[in-house]
């Protein structure tokens, strides 16, 4: 079985600081897929990146940072000089290759004050 | 760009009755999900569809049923909705490609009194 914890239930911070979101994932396969999401006060959950376990590569988009290490089963989330914009709901998930579920963790949720 | 549809952002129901809740995707996915977010416990898969007419049971079914007539709609349906089902509700939908991400749509919040 798969499992994803997100041990940071909110975390809040003022704006321009970072904010690492911790991603802790269990899963037997040697194949999967990890998934970050976004959920802002609208609801809607928004896709922001997916890694295979294959590739260990750290990731930078904007602002956005991730960082994946399969020694320690982990795949945290900085968000560098964070804006009001930031505040939401961020879901890590697991999905490994044979099936369609995605497993996702219980969400840290962010508040970024002005 | 891909759009999910929910049919209602807020419901509100008895205990008791028969819940219709329906999805749409714009983007001919084969894939669609229902998920239930409730806090501290992330989003929890009640059923999914890989097919029209074909589905699978995920981690929380008891209590639902869904349909898939149409390769675009995914129906989830509470049997009698009881105050336990009170929650947002969110429906998804992918491509059967193997590094899929799923789309979701708006979500709906139901409230059973």
């Known amino acids: 079985a798969q499992k994803v914890t997100q041990a940071q239930t909110e975390i809040s911070v003022v704006e321009k600081e970072d904010v690492t979101l911790d991603c802790v994932y269990e899963?037997?396969?040697?194949?999967?897929?990890l998934f970050w999401y976004k959920q802002p006060p609208s609801g809607e959950l928004v896709f922001l990146i997916r890694r295979n376990s294959f590739d260990e590569q750290n990731e930078i988009s904007g602002r956005y940072s991730w960082n994946f290490q399969k020694s320690t089963s982990s795949f945290n989330f900085t968000i560098t000089a964070s804006q009001v914009v930031d505040s939401a709901v961020y879901f890590c998930?697991?999905?490994?290759?044979?099936?369609?579920?995605?497993?996702f963790g219980a969400g840290t949720t962010v508040t970024v004050r002005a | 760009d891909v759009k999910v549809t929910q049919s209602s952002r807020y419901l509100v129901k008895r205990t008791g009755e028969k819940v219709f809740l329906e999805c749409v995707q714009d983007m001919d996915h084969e894939n669609m999900f229902w998920y239930r977010q409730d806090p501290g416990l992330g989003l929890r898969l009640i059923y999914f569809s890989y097919d029209v007419k074909m589905k699978e049971k995920g981690d929380i079914p008891e209590g639902y049923s869904v349909s898939r007539e149409k390769k675009e709609r995914f129906s989830l349906i509470l049997e009698s909705a009881s105050t336990n089902q009170t929650s947002m509700y969110l429906c998804a939908s992918a491509t059967g490609d193997i590094l899929y991400e799923q789309y979701f749509g708006p979500g709906t919040r139901l409230t059973v009194t």
């Open positions: 998930a697991l999905r490994v290759v044979i099936g369609y579920k995605l497993s």
């Open positions: 899963t037997r396969d040697t194949t999967y897929y």
